[in-house]
C-alpha cells in the first residue's frame, strides 16, 4: 500500500499534524492507499507557496504559457492509462467509461492553451486627446474544490484555465478521490509549470476545505459539489470578497415528444440516467415521455434496465460498477424507500445486487420508478445515483412546466424530430446547458453551468478563461496641451 504527500511546491510532502487518512476502493471496500490528511496549517503553507510563485507564472508571456500547456496535453495524453487505472479504483467507475472520459482531458490543455496565446485587450473609445486601453491580468492565487465523480475531468476544467490566465493556486480534491489530482501536478511539473503554481492540500471538507474558502490570499474559490455544501462555501468566500464560481446539484430532465423513435429514446434515456451510475451533476434523473409512448417507452425501458451488466469496474464487458461509498450507497436506498413511501411504483432494480463478488462493495441495481408525480421527493431533490423517474406529460406547455418545476436549473436535455419545436422548448427550459437530440455532451470551448441554485459562472470557454482574470484600464493623455486646474488663466477646464 502507497503513502501519498499532499502535491505542494513541486514535491510530495507530509500533512504537518504527520496525519493521513486511507483511500478505499468501492468494488471490495479494501485501502488502496493513505493519503496525507491536511488541515489548516497545510493550507496556510500552500498559500503561501503559491503566492511566491504567482508573479513568476504571471510575468510568462501567453505563448509561453500556452506552449507548456500543450506540452502538459502531450504528457497527460502519455498517461492516460495509468490515470484510468487509478479513478477505476478511486470512484469504481467501470473502465470502459473512464477510458473514454480521459481521453477528453488534453482537449482542455491546448484549447485554453491556444486561449493563452490568443488573448487581446481592448480599446474603449475615450472622449478626447486619450489612448484608452484595457488588458486582462491574472487574479493571483485561487483556490479550486473538487468533488469525487469526476475527479480529473472537473479539476482539468478549473486548472486548464486557470494556469491560462496565469494564476497560481491551491487545490482541495475529494478525500474519496485524492490520487489522480495530484498525479495531473506531477504532469504540471514535467511540462514546464514552476514549482509553487499547481499545489494540492488532500483532506476533508470541514478542515482543508473550510481553510481554503475563507483564507484571506485566495482571490478566487472554484467548487464543484452539491448545493449545500456550495452555499456554505460562498458564504465563507464571501467574508473577505473573495469571487465565487459554482458548479453545483442538478435534477436534469429528460424529455421525449411522441415523434421520437422509441428504442432511440430508451438509448437516451438509459445513457442520461445511468452513466457513471448516476454520480453525476447532469444525470438525466427525471425521464418526461409523452402520454402517446408512455406505455412503450416504460415497457422497453425496464427491459433493458435489467440487461446493464453490473460488476468489477476493471473487466471491460462490465456496463455499471459500484457507487463509490457506503454513504452513498445508504442515501440511495433512502430516496428509494422515500419513493415507494410516497406511492411511485419500483417498476426496477431497488435493491442491492446479491452473490459475489458484490458483498464486499458498494454495489446497488440501476432503479426505475414509473407512477411517478412532479412534487415526489424523488422527483424533486437530487439523489445522485442510478435512479430514473419516469413522469408522464400531455402537452409541451405541461412539459416545460415540469421541468421548470425544481430548484435546480443545470441541464435537460429535448428529443424530438420537430426543428421548431426542439428550440421552443429549450429556450423554455429554465437551465444553463440544454441538449437537442443529445445528452451529457461537452466541449472545453461549450460554457458549461446552471440557472437558479445549481450554481454561479461558467466552465469552459472564453467567459471562463476571462473569469480568471480582472480587467484592467489604462489611460494615456496623448496631449501636450499644458493642464494647471487651479491657473487663474479665465479658460474653461475639462473635469472629467
Known amino acids: 500500500m502507497k503513502s501519498w504527500g499532499m502535491f505542494v511546491g513541486g514535491q510530495y510532502r507530509p500533512a504537518a499534524s504527520g496525519k493521513d487518512f486511507p483511500v478505499i476502493n468501492p468494488k471490495n471496500g479494501s485501502t488502496i492507499a493513505k493519503v496525507a490528511h491536511g488541515e489548516q496549517a497545510d493550507v496556510d503553507a500552500a498559500i503561501a507557496v503559491a503566492q511566491q510563485a504567482s508573479s513568476t507564472w504571471a510575468a510568462y508571456s501567453g505563448a509561453r504559457r500556452g506552449d507548456i500547456m500543450h506540452k502538459a496535453a502531450e504528457i497527460l495524453e502519455s498517461r492516460l492509462p495509468e490515470l484510468a487505472s487509478l479513478e477505476v479504483d478511486q470512484i469504481g467507475r467501470p473502465i470502459n467509461e473512464m477510458r473514454a472520459q480521459l481521453a477528453r482531458l488534453p482537449e482542455w490543455f491546448r484549447y485554453f492553451g491556444a486561449l493563452a496565446r490568443t488573448q487581446e485587450g481592448t480599446v474603449p473609445p475615450f472622449d478626447g486627446h486619450f489612448l484608452n486601453y484595457t488588458r486582462r491580468v491574472p487574479l493571483g492565487v485561487v483556490g479550486l474544490i473538487t468533488p469525487w465523480n469526476h475527479p480529473l475531468l472537473i479539476l482539468t476544467k478549473k486548472v486548464a484555465p486557470a494556469l491560462a490566465a496565469g494564476n497560481a493556486m491551491v487545490i482541495k480534491p475529494s478525500e474519496l478521490a485524492p490520487i489522480t489530482p495530484m498525479l495531473l501536478g506531477e504532469i ?100 418526461l415521455v409523452h402520454e402517446s409512448i408512455h406505455d412503450q417507452v416504460v415497457a422497453e425501458i425496464v427491459r433493458r434496465t435489467a440487461q446493464i451488466r453490473i460488476g468489477d469496474p476493471l473487466e471491460k464487458t462490465t ?28 417498476a426496477a432494480g431497488g435493491q442491492r445486487p446479491q452473490g459475489a463478488p458484490f458483498e464486499a462493495g458498494f454495489y446497488y441495481e440501476p432503479t426505475v ?19 430514473m423517474c419516469v413522469i408522464p406529460f400531455k ?24 426543428v421548431a419545436r426542439a428550440h421552443r422548448v429549450a429556450q423554455a427550459i429554465q437551465a444553463g446547458i440544454i441538449w437537442i437530440n443529445d445528452h451529457h455532451r461537452i466541449d472545453a470551448s461549450s460554457p458549461w453551468g446552471g440557472f437558479k441554485m445549481s450554481g454561479l459562472g461558467r466552465e469552459n470557454g472564453i467567459v471562463a478563461y476571462q473569469a480568471y482574470t480582472q480587467i484592467q484600464n489604462i489611460i494615456v493623455n496623448l496631449s501636450s496641451e499644458p493642464f494647471d486646474w487651479y491657473a487663474d488663466d479665465g479658460q474653461e477646464k475639462r473635469y472629467s
Not at 484571506?216 to 455544501?229: R, Y
Not at 424529455?255 to 434515456?269: E, I, M, R, Y
Not at 420508478?369 to 435512479?387: D, L, N, S, W
Not at 412539459?399 to 441541464?411: C, K, M, P, R, T
Open 319 to 346: 456496463q455499471m460498477g459500484p457507487l463509490v461509498s457506503a454513504r452513498q450507497r445508504d442515501l440511495v436506498e433512502k430516496y428509494v424507500a422515500i419513493g415507494q413511501a410516497e406511492g411511485a411504483h419500483l
Open 369 to 387: 420508478f414509473t407512477h411517478v408525480k412532479p412534487h415526489m421527493r424523488i422527483a424533486q431533490e437530487e439523489i445522485f445515483g442510478p435512479v
Open 188 to 287: 504540471m511539473a514535467e511540462a514546464g509549470v514552476p514549482d509553487g503554481v499547481f499545489n494540492v492540500v488532500t483532506g476533508f471538507g470541514a478542515g482543508a476545505g473550510a481553510a481554503l474558502s475563507q483564507h484571506k490570499g485566495i482571490s478566487k474559490i472554484d467548487v464543484t459539489g452539491g448545493t449545500e455544501t456550495g452555499k456554505v462555501i460562498a458564504s465563507m468566500a464571501g467574508k473577505n470578497l473573495t469571487q465565487v464560481s459554482a458548479e453545483l446539484g442538478g435534477k436534469a430532465a429528460v424529455v421525449l415528444f411522441p415523434d421520437v423513435d422509441v428504442q432511440q429514446g430508451v438509448a437516451a434515456a438509459l445513457f442520461a440516467s445511468f452513466i457513471a451510475s448516476g454520480q453525476t451533476c447532469v444525470q438525466g434523473a427525471r425521464l
Open 395 to 418: 402537452t409541451e406547455a405541461e412539459a416545460v412546466e415540469i421541468v421548470n418545476d425544481v430548484d435546480f436549473g443545470l441541464a435537460a436535455s429535448v428529443w424530438t424530430k420537430d
